[in-house]
Every structure is written in structure tokens, then in C-alpha cells.
């Protein structure tokens, strides 16, 4: 009775799984171009090097979520690479002081960017394109436009492996599982989804918005000193264009994976999938031996297609949004599947 | 019988225009106020008071015997009053469960994290929703039940509360009559328990049968409270209306002519308009009245092409519609002057003249580039906003947000008379502008029909359709629900419609 009531719904199912799907055809095309691809070193390979924008991919999520952007993440992860890095040259700081230095730069970097938005009303993007110019510009002027290389200990740190996985994949999944645990289990994060929704609403229903607003760049600045740390230790000098531009594939990469830039819609796995699905984009174009010009339009184009499928997903949504007048006996069957439990 | 809440002398003002005029009411535990009036009475904004949405002017509120200040909805109902509101404050991208707890979930520790304990919150919303009748699971999320299903779920979320005081704010337009009965029995069944509550609806009959005292406001005051028995519904309704009018309308100088310019023919939209017919004729000024939320802006914003209907047809001028869109509407001569001047009608930066020019632009671009001429377009404006008498300076350089009500309203029309259109679609043109200003739309309205243009003239002031139209429709949940001509006018027969009183169970 269940089962026969539900009518399966091929775009709705489309739409609501477009990444995974996504992921898998290009993952195939790849693999039938070139066997090399499929190999699980090359694999390991191409979600290391998506790690950091994995990372720095999560952190933006919770800020769209909240139908926010963060602008500033890529000069986030270079003002807190440049501010730890230089302290491991001349101090000599060991690798976990600086990462935790590091962490406290973003974090402190993401609170500037909350007390704007929340206390003094600035729309977001206004902000951290603000402090997108402003973190690059402090780094530069810190470092005097010089390249910094990096101690031989962070080289070997960016070598961990842990029973044969490499250390930026394993941070990757922490974060990653940390939070979904935060998303889904704590009322912060269902209070995320609510502000995304409506805020109006949630601040009828007694919601602290500013607190929740505040605490996703909080995060999102956390995230991205994090990713910063992550990308150095495997590139080991932090140059005046480090991590420029990682903003966008931040945003992409979650909004490839279903979170919507109007709020309230997304979760973790789907960012996760979208940054690796990039950088295997990335890897298969060279694999390929595409003309290396036209990958970034190969790239675009992915992109395109994706958040093609969220404004048809967020048109969809706004028909079943309508305002009703008169009562609708059969809505719930008109609009969707009935509810489970009507069936028994 | 212990008072529980006592609203002595409240006035609120908006814009120095009184919504709430020195108003006051009682409430006794364990009883049901029914609060009646005519849209605009001010019924809103008095509930709004009261759950601590706006502030009072002056005046002071006693709630369990003690001075009851609200600075904000949270205020309220921490204070013990909950507030079901018309429009539904729910997410729907949340679950059932997640939406009914979502500014205190219940926690249990791991570790140093305060967790989501997800099985009492499962628990105690099966409980909620089973007090309100409601057969769903938990973890269904709110846009996949229906209107009714979620009214429901907020009328849950407002009764775990456990206030002694609840306010419904027209808790049944979107609930079946099966759900509506469901709603009464829990309000009887919390009254026993010595609940309070206010019961907001425009169904007198729904009041009429619920409420134990009932109190009628108009013009923003309180025009009496009363014990129910000495109401029925024909006293209701006149203590409603009452109000004269005089010299407020300027006479009307053409009658009608025989052309229709616009029919509409059977247009219908599930769940928001059902099988509308009607007829504008040319110099025609048709008056569309219902109350709130019948679905009068939903029908306008679909006749010029804003939202998609189901079936039926639109006949403009003799010419069936075929694209139903704003730029095609445009193109026959439909002009549709919004009920939201400040947020869909007017541009409130730019200048005035560029804001009438608006619709018309096309029309004065010229070469192959389209260059704009800017010295015709501003002729034209010039001579639009002279015929409408517009009060402003410069019209080039003045940005439409510095003009009063009135004059942002005549910038609005003056904007489609340079398109030359035969119909107007007038949504609520006179909302919030002064008398004085109101008579010149007044006037303005009568000089485009005498023109032989056709008006659909959308309002919820009775009064001023009375005083205006050939002709007055009235809408009530989505369907024409009676047509009065001009020498059957009569204000309570006309409200009694839009009440549905005549034949009708709802």
C-alpha cells in the first residue's frame, strides 16, 4: 500500500541527487578515456588535492545555508598561512603551535566579518568583499609581497600518512563528519536551516538570528584558516597569489552539491562530492590532455549546468510555496507524494 | 471569575494615522472573545499589541492581575500568550517535530555537545499532534503536507506552549470543514480547562457559535463588548458598517457603454481561485470586493499575466488572450496599478519622470540604436502628471520616494496613462493616502471612465465601491460570490456576501 502510493518521480529524483549522479558519469567518462584513471592511487590523489577545497567548501555551506556568502575565505587562508608561517620562520614555531595560531587568525578573521554583518546591518557580500581586499592587502604588506618557504617540518607533515591515507584527507573527513554531527544533531544547526528559510520566521519563533547568523562566519573563517594549512603544507610556500580566487571554487563546489544560495536547502555530503568532483574535472582534462585554456571553460561549463539544476530545483520549490485561499482537500496528494502514515 | 487580561485605553498610531483609537477589553479566564470588524478595523494591530509584535502609544495592558509590557513576540509568550498567526510561521524545510521545537529542543550530553535527543522529541510531538488530531509522522517535513495539515501543526506548537491565553488570528481559511469542527472541539475542550482565548474570524457564524463574549472594532475603536447573547448575525454586521458618506466621491459624470472590453471567462487555479466569470464594459467602473485573503490581488495579478491559471479564457477588446504575460497584457492595453505601491508600483529612487515613462519607454526610443529621447519622453511626462494635478517640483530631478501617498499613487497611474490603456486593473489604489488625495484618485478614476476606459476597481473599503462603481462583484475564498448593480447597493446586503450568510453552511 506504501510503496504503491508513492509515485516515483524521475526529475524530482534528477534534481534531488543531480551531484551523485553527476559524479558517477564523469567519474565513468574518465575511466572509459583513460583505465589509468581509475586506479586507487590516482583516486587518492585527486581527493587529497580536493581536501582543502572540501574543507573550505563545508565552511561556506553553512554560511549559504543561512542564505548568506562568505567572499573572504581565499584571503583567509592566505593572511593565516602568511601569520603562521612567518611565525614558524622566525620563531621557529613548531607545526601544531602554528596550526593552531593559524585557526585562531581565521577564526578571529571570520568574527570581524560576523561583527559587520550582524551588528551593523552590512549585507554580506558587501563584507567580505570588503575583507577579501583588506586580508590579502594585511598579508601582503606583512610579507612585503616575498614569497615565504616553509620549514622542512611542515613538508613532513603534509607527507602523513595514516594506514596508507594521506593527512589532508583525514582532516577533510573530520570536518566533514564534525559537521554533519553539528547540522543534523545540534539545535544550532537546525537553527541554520530555520534562518535560511525565514528569517522573519525565525526570529517570531524566538530564534537568536544574530547568534546563528555570527556563528557561520565564525565557522567559515575557521574552515578556511584550516584549508589554508592544509594547502601549504603540501605546496610549501606561501607566494602573493596563494589560495587566490578559492572563493569561487568554494561556492561552486557547494552549490554543486545542492545547497541552495537562497538558504535553508543543502547538507555536508553534497559540498564533499561537488570539491572532488572539481578536481577530478581537473585531473581527467589533464589526464586527457585537454588544451590546457580550455579547461577552465570545461570547469565553468560543470558549474553551469549545476546551478542550472538549483534554480530549477528553487522554481519548483516556489510553486509549492503558493499562498493558499480555498482548501485544498487533495493538496497534499496534488503537490507530492501523500504522507507515509495515511496509507496504514 | 478571575480577570486574566485587561487592555485599558490602548491607542496605536502608524504614520500619525490612529490604527488602534483608545481601545479597551477584558477577558476572563476560561472564556472565548470573539473579535469581529471590517478589514482596516484595526483587529490586527490591537492582537498585535497584545503579543508584543508592535508597541503601544499610550495606554496600559494587565495580564494575571500585573502590568504586561511585550517588547517583542518572545516577550509575549514567555509572558504566557501565544499567537497563532493568519500567515503560517513555519519552515518548510524543517520537519514536523524540528519546526514544533525549534527555539528550545530538549538535549541530552555527549560528552561536552548538548545533543538533538531526537527520541523525546519524537515522543512529545506525537503527543502534540495527536491533541490537534493530527495522524502524520514526526519527520515528515512541512512542504509536503497540505494548508490545513500545517495550520494544525502551528495551532500544536502554540498549545505545547501550555499559555493560559491563546490568540487565533483567522485560524480557518485554509482549513477543510472537517479540521474546522477538530479545531472548535480542541478550543471547547481547552476552554474547560480554563484557557483563554481570542478567536479572530471573519465566519460570524464560527464566532457566533465559539465565543462567550464578543467585542466589534471599526475605524480603530472599540464599538462595544458585549455577552454573545446579545449578538446575531445581522447585529453584528451592522455595528460592522455604520459609517455615512457624504460629498466623499465625486459624482460620475458618463454612464457606461454598451462595449465589453474585458471578459473573463471561467478563470480558475486550484486552491486559489475557482470558475470566475465577469465583464468589463466600456466606462465601466466595475468594483471587485471581498475581504482579506478571498483572493482579489491573486485574481488581478493573474488577469494581467503575473501568475499562471488552470483553465479558462481572458477575452481583451474582442481578442482572445493566448500568452498570459504582464509584456503581452502591456501590449493589448491592460495597465495594472499594484496594491504594494512602495515595493512593486513605483521605482523610489529615481525620478518622477522616469518613473511614469516607465511603461512607455519603448515608445520613445528612437534610431537603430533605440536611443532613448529624452526631451519627448519628459514632455510627455510633463503633460501626464499635469493632467493628474501631481504636486511635486521638477518631476526630472525629484525622486518618486519624496512624494506623499496620494502623489506616489497619481505618479503609479500616470505611469500607464502614457500607454494608453483601454482597461485598469486598480489594486487597493487608495490604501493608505489621506482623504483630500483619495478624492482626486477619485476623480481621476471617474475622468478615465468617462474617457471609455473600463476599470476594475479592487478594494476592501466598501464604502468608496459604493460610492464609485456601475457595478460591485464580490469574491469570498476564491469565487465570485454575488454582483450587485448600482441601485441594489446597500453595505450590509453587500457584506453579507462577502461573509457568505445567505445559503451558505461555511
Request: glycine share 8%; with cysteine; net charge neutral.
Amino acid at each position: 500500500m506504501m510503496a504503491s502510493s508513492r509515485r516515483w518521480k524521475p526529475t524530482q529524483f534528477l534534481l534531488n541527487n543531480s551531484t551523485l549522479i553527476l559524479f558517477l558519469v564523469v567519474f565513468a567518462l574518465f575511466g572509459l578515456s583513460s583505465p589509468r584513471f581509475f586506479t586507487s592511487e590516482n583516486t587518492i590523489n585527486f581527493i587529497k588535492q580536493a581536501s582543502y577545497t572540501g574543507i573550505l567548501a563545508v565552511g561556506m555551506t553553512f554560511v549559504l545555508l543561512t542564505a548568506g556568502i562568505d567572499l573572504s575565505v581565499g584571503s583567509n587562508m592566505y593572511l593565516s598561512a602568511v601569520i603562521s608561517g612567518m611565525l614558524m620562520r622566525s620563531i621557529g614555531l613548531d607545526v601544531i603551535p602554528a596550526l593552531i595560531v593559524a585557526l585562531l587568525v581565521g577564526t578571529l578573521y571570520g568574527a570581524i566579518n560576523a561583527f559587520f554583518i550582524v551588528y551593523l546591518r552590512i549585507v554580506p557580500f558587501m563584507v567580505t568583499l570588503s575583507t577579501l581586499v583588506i586580508g590579502r592587502g594585511i598579508g601582503t604588506a606583512l610579507t612585503e609581497s616575498q614569497q615565504i618557504d616553509l620549514p622542512e617540518r611542515m613538508a613532513s607533515f603534509g607527507q602523513i600518512n595514516l594506514l596508507g591515507i594521506p593527512i589532508p584527507i583525514i582532516v577533510f573527513a573530520i570536518i566533514v563528519l564534525v559537521s554533519y554531527l553539528i547540522l543534523t544533531r545540534l539545535p544550532i544547526g537546525r537553527q541554520i536551516y530555520a534562518v535560511g528559510n525565514d528569517i522573519e520566521a525565525a526570529k517570531k519563533a524566538g530564534i537568536n538570528t544574530d547568534r546563528v547568523i555570527a556563528s557561520v562566519y565564525i565557522f567559515s573563517g575557521f574552515c578556511a584558516a584550516l584549508a589554508g594549512f592544509i594547502l601549504a603544507s603540501q605546496v610549501i610556500r606561501i607566494d602573493r597569489s596563494f589560495a587566490e580566487g578559492r572563493e569561487f571554487d568554494a561556492i561552486a563546489a557547494s552549490v554543486l552539491g545542492g545547497t541552495s544560495l537562497f538558504g535553508g536547502v543543502g547538507n555536508v555530503f553534497g559540498p564533499m562530492l561537488g570539491a572532488i568532483l572539481i578536481q577530478m574535472v581537473q585531473t581527467g582534462l589533464q589526464f586527457n590532455q585537454v588544451n590546457l585554456y580550455l579547461q577552465p571553460m570545461v570547469r565553468a561549463l560543470i558549474i553551469f549546468i549545476t546551478v542550472f539544476f538549483d534554480s530549477l530545483r528553487e522554481s519548483n520549490l516556489a510553486k509549492l510555496k503558493r499562498r493558499f485561499i480555498r482548501p485544498v482537500e487533495e493538496a497534499g496528494a496534488m503537490l507530492h507524494d501523500p504522507p507515509e502514515v495515511k496509507g496504514k | 471569575m478571575t480577570t486574566l487580561l485587561e487592555v485599558q485605553q490602548i491607542t496605536k498610531a502608524f504614520f500619525g494615522v490612529a490604527a488602534v483609537k483608545e481601545v479597551s477589553i477584558t477577558l476572563e479566564a476560561g472564556q472565548i472573545l470573539g473579535l469581529i470588524g471590517q478589514n482596516g478595523a484595526g483587529k490586527s494591530t490591537l492582537m498585535n499589541l497584545i503579543g508584543g509584535v508592535v508597541q503601544p502609544d499610550s495606554g496600559t495592558m494587565l495580564f494575571k492581575g500585573a502590568s504586561y509590557t511585550p517588547r517583542n513576540p518572545a516577550g509575549a509568550y514567555h509572558a504566557g500568550i501565544a499567537f497563532i498567526h493568519q500567515e503560517l510561521n513555519l519552515f518548510t524545510n524543517l520537519s514536523i517535530a524540528e519546526n514544533l521545537f525549534i527555539e528550545d529542543f530538549p538535549t541530552r550530553s555527549f560528552g561536552p555537545l548538548r545533543l538533538v535527543d531526537r527520541a523525546a522529541v519524537q515522543q512529545r510531538t506525537k503527543e502534540m499532534l495527536a491533541k490537534v488530531g493530527l495522524n502524520l509522522s514526526p519527520n515528515l517535513t512541512i512542504d509536503r503536507i497540505s494548508p490545513g495539515e500545517r495550520q494544525l501543526v502551528e495551532i500544536a506548537k502554540a498549545l505545547h506552549l501550555d499559555a493560559p491565553l491563546i490568540i487565533f488570528d483567522e485560524p480557518t481559511t485554509s482549513l477543510t470543514a472537517r479540521e474546522t469542527e477538530r479545531l472548535f472541539t480542541l478550543m471547547n475542550q481547552l476552554r474547560e480547562q480554563g484557557r483563554a482565548m481570542i478567536y479572530i474570524s471573519h465566519i460570524l457564524n464560527d464566532v457566533l457559535a465559539l465565543a462567550n463574549s464578543i467585542a466589534v472594532m471599526r475605524d480603530g475603536q472599540l464599538v462595544t463588548q458585549e455577552p454573545r447573547q446579545n449578538f446575531d448575525v445581522k447585529r453584528m454586521i451592522s455595528l460592522m458598517v455604520g459609517r455615512s458618506i457624504d460629498n466623499l466621491y465625486p459624482p460620475r459624470t458618463a454612464a457606461p457603454q454598451s462595449q465589453t472590453l474585458l471578459e473573463v471567462d471561467g478563470v480558475s487555479a486550484k486552491g486559489i481561485v475557482e470558475n470566475i466569470h465577469l465583464t468589463v464594459k466600456r466606462g465601466e467602473v466595475v468594483g471587485l470586493f471581498g475581504l482579506m485573503g478571498s483572493g482579489r490581488t491573486e485574481l488581478a495579478r493573474m488577469l494581467f499575466g503575473m501568475d499562471s491559471i488552470e483553465s479558462g479564457s481572458l477575452t481583451i477588446n474582442g481578442q482572445r488572450v493566448t500568452r498570459f504575460t504582464p509584456r503581452e497584457s502591456i501590449r493589448q492595453h491592460v495597465a495594472f496599478v499594484t496594491e504594494n505601491r512602495r515595493e512593486e508600483g513605483l521605482l523610489m529612487n529615481i525620478s518622477i519622470a522616469d518613473n511614469v515613462a516607465l511603461v512607455a519607454l519603448p515608445e520613445f526610443a528612437r534610431t537603430a540604436f533605440q536611443v532613448v529621447d529624452q526631451s519627448q519622453m519628459r514632455d510627455s511626462a510633463r503633460h501626464a502628471s499635469s493632467i493628474l494635478q501631481l504636486k511635486s517640483g521638477d518631476i526630472v530631478q525629484q525622486p518618486a520616494r519624496s512624494l506623499s501617498g496620494g502623489n506616489q499613487q497619481k505618479v503609479v497611474i500616470a505611469k500607464w496613462l502614457l500607454a494608453n490603456p483601454a482597461i485598469f486593473i486598480m489594486d487597493e489604489p487608495t490604501r493608505g493616502i489621506d482623504v483630500g488625495a483619495k478624492y482626486e484618485i477619485y476623480s481621476i478614476i471617474d475622468q478615465l471612465a468617462a474617457n471609455g476606459s473600463g476599470i476594475l476597481f479592487i478594494s476592501s473599503e466598501l464604502e468608496e465601491l459604493i460610492g464609485m462603481c456601475d457595478r460591485i462583484l464580490v469574491m469570498s475564498r476564491g469565487e465570485i460570490f454575488g454582483e450587485f448593480d448600482r441601485d441594489q447597493f446597500n453595505a450590509e446586503t453587500i457584506l453579507r456576501a462577502a461573509f457568505r450568510e445567505e445559503g451558505d453552511s461555511l
